[in-house]
């Protein structure tokens, strides 16, 4: 039996549902980011206990009808949140969750069906801290990243892997262009962010398939 864990690259079809948003496409066809320093150098086994004391992420519970659906996080200080789509599809009544603070309703504003990536659009427009896209990632085979999640609302968690695979089809309706990696994405995690060494979002976990 093949244990393989998923990763989605972020692709422009949701990015563009944000508005003044600038994007670029350094990698046509496969991964689309938002605009900004392009990644240094990664060597060395990182220390993420140590990067993610640095940036605080947050990242934040997706809910229906207070039932956990998976996670997400900011990519807009406007209160635009990434997911993905398997976490919300059908979900009439969708609420964001922040550590102890009331949960704020949300709604799906775009969504790429092909890449089951949704943006969502809060009722908050402050008090959001949007991580940072990578550029242009360049993934290497055995590249660290850390997959990060808040399954249950009560806070974050995180596991530690490596690239296991980039862009190959791996059995699964849409799985070419994913990335593949060793790291654990428990139920709940789904929707969250994939962070690479620089803490810089590489793409969004999606599922684990046996």
């Known amino acids: 039996m093949v244990d393989t864990r998923l990763v989605l690259p972020i692709t422009l079809v949701v990015l563009a549902g944000i508005p003044a948003l600038p994007l670029c496409a350094d990698q046509p066809g496969t991964t689309l980011q938002a605009t900004g320093e392009p990644s240094r150098p990664r060597t060395g086994t990182p220390d993420f206990a140590a990067l993610l004391e640095r940036m605080k992420p947050q990242v934040f519970n997706i809910r229906s009808r207070g039932v956990t659906r998976g996670s997400g996080f900011a990519v807009h200080s406007g209160g635009y949140l990434i997911t993905a789509l398997h976490v919300v599809r059908g979900m009439k009544e969708l609420e964001v969750a922040r550590g102890a603070a009331e949960p704020i309703p949300a709604?799906?504003?775009?969504?790429?069906?092909?890449?089951?990536?949704?943006?969502?659009?809060?009722?908050?427009?402050?008090?959001?801290?949007?991580?940072?896209?990578?550029?242009?990632?360049g993934l290497r085979l055995a590249e660290w990243l850390v997959v990060l999640g808040n399954p249950f609302g009560k806070g974050l968690t995180a596991s530690v892997g490596?690239?296991?695979?980039?862009g190959n089809a791996l059995g699964r309706a849409g799985s070419a262009g994913m990335i593949q990696t060793d790291a654990s994405i428990n139920p709940g995690n789904s929707g969250g962010p994939v962070l690479n060494s620089q803490g810089e979002v590489i793409g969004v976990a999606t599922a684990r398939v046996s």
């Open 107 to 137: 709604r799906v504003v775009a969504v790429d069906e092909a890449a089951d990536l949704a943006l969502l659009l809060t009722e908050s427009q402050g008090g959001w801290k949007p991580l940072v896209l990578a550029r242009a990632p």
């Open 162 to 166: 490596v690239v296991s695979s980039v």
